[in-house]
């Protein structure tokens, strides 16, 4: 028999949810608008934000670039390498989220020892096996070429494992519940945030030097990112978020205004991917939801062309699909240069090559094993599970263009879903051998 968890669990893992998420970023935030280094971040904003402007001043909306005092014609640019060292008062912010990661699964690790919840049987975590498998794989590839001690910083990207392993009473559908409604806020959390990023913050560099001087000349600041590091990883974030609200949201008819709150975050972060996820999920959920006809449904998947071929003109960047290109050439670049085993296992963790996306992360680390067993993984669950779609659909789209499970909160939430769908495919299995 399992124990049900009690009530204060599901909220108090919401709040350490929601905390997490919003700490993870918030050095980088911070120091974006000047309330860390603040002498650094008043000699960037003399120097790139020169103009008069508002009492708060509009610092976002100048040109991360500009043409070097000391060098006429050769262009400087603003650097963000400080705004990401965060200082050691503030760096002990990022750690928070390895509460929830290893500090969860560690908690319910005795828990199920001493038999107050059960284990997870074997049939419930099949699915999964061949995920830990590779992962294996990839350690034993990488221990003749360092210590266990030096792969640490190399795992990052599978600490979401532990949890879909042993999320115990976490994984629960009411504690899902409550996380979903945190989710909620961290969602509409993100306008806010930005609004103050578009009026303090230090802009960011992005595209081609012309564009960046075109929009300081408007007065549009630059991409923004909220409560995260990266302007896509808020885009990818958001329609993840949007997704997981959508599967577990108690209130239904929140849904609605979320989706479209979701929407302004997006745009003035200029996420493609995460534009385009949005728009899938929402067309998604429409034709799931209401029984429309099949004609219906055609026009509204057709609709999907014109938007993608307008999005670098929706977004102001002309150069978005030399950043696809880019992805799909350095993909082919890790294919050619391996050799058949190299394929099958990959690379193992220390492999040094940069990673902009899950599947290329995953043929370097773990080959086609790894490949096939993460997406497989996320097939059987999309089958099994019709509530987690959308949220599996803004996962699938967005590891495209990131490597999504180093992105918290996303990579937590993925564990526990996943974790979810597993358990209770089992159980629902079990009780119908057993009618």
Request: with cysteine; aromatic share 6%.
């Amino acid at each position: 028999m399992v124990a049900e968890p009690h009530p204060r669990l599901g909220r108090l893992l919401a709040l350490l949810l929601l905390v997490a998420s919003l700490a993870n970023g918030a050095p980088f935030l911070l120091a974006r608008i000047g309330l860390i280094a603040p002498e650094a971040y008043q000699r960037d904003r003399q120097a790139f934000c020169p103009q008069a402007g508002p009492p708060a001043g509009l610092v976002s909306a100048c040109s991360p670039r500009r043409v070097s005092p000391a060098s006429s014609g050769v262009l400087e640019r603003l650097s963000l390498e400080r705004l990401h060292r965060s200082p050691p008062a503030w760096a002990w912010l990022k750690t928070a989220r390895l509460l929830i990661l290893l500090g969860l699964p560690l908690a319910v690790l005795p828990a199920m020892l001493l038999g107050r919840w059960s284990w997870p049987l074997w049939s419930c975590l099949l699915p999964a096996l061949p995920l830990l498998a590779s992962v294996g794989f990839s350690i034993a590839l990488s221990l003749p070429q360092a210590p266990l001690t030096a792969l640490l910083p190399a795992l990052r990207s599978q600490l979401w494992l532990p949890l879909l392993l042993l999320a115990g009473p976490a994984s629960r559908p009411a504690v899902l519940a409550r996380l979903a409604q945190a989710m909620a806020a961290l969602l509409l959390l993100q306008l806010p945030l930005m609004l103050v990023e578009a009026v303090r913050g230090l802009p960011m560099s992005f595209g081609p030097a012309a564009a960046q001087f075109a929009q300081a000349s408007l007065g549009l600041p630059t991409r923004l990112v909220g409560s995260f590091i990266q302007p896509n990883s808020l885009g990818v974030a958001l329609a993840a978020l949007l997704g997981f609200c959508i599967a577990y949201l108690p209130n239904r008819r929140l849904l609605p205004p979320l989706a479209l709150l979701a929407l302004p975050p997006l745009l003035l972060a200029r996420s493609a991917t995460g534009l385009l996820s949005w728009a899938v999920v929402m067309l998604f959920w429409t034709c799931r939801g209401r029984r429309l006809p099949r004609t219906a449904r055609l026009s509204l998947l057709l609709l999907l062309v014109p938007f993608v071929a307008a999005l670098p003109l929706i977004l102001g960047r002309l150069d978005l699909w030399q950043s696809l290109t880019g992805r799909i050439r350095r993909v082919s670049f890790l294919l050619h240069s391996s050799h058949p085993g190299q394929w099958l296992l990959g690379h193992g963790l220390l492999s040094s090559s940069p990673t902009d996306s899950l599947p290329t992360l995953l043929l370097l680390q773990g080959g086609l094993l790894a490949l096939l067993a993460f997406y497989g993984l996320l097939l059987w669950v999309w089958r099994r599970d019709h509530r987690l779609r959308p949220f599996l659909l803004a996962v699938l789209l967005g590891g495209f263009t990131l490597p999504l499970t180093e992105l918290f909160p996303v990579n937590a939430l993925l564990a526990l879903s996943l974790n979810s769908a597993l358990c209770r495919a089992t159980a629902k299995a079990g009780e119908a051998r057993g009618a």
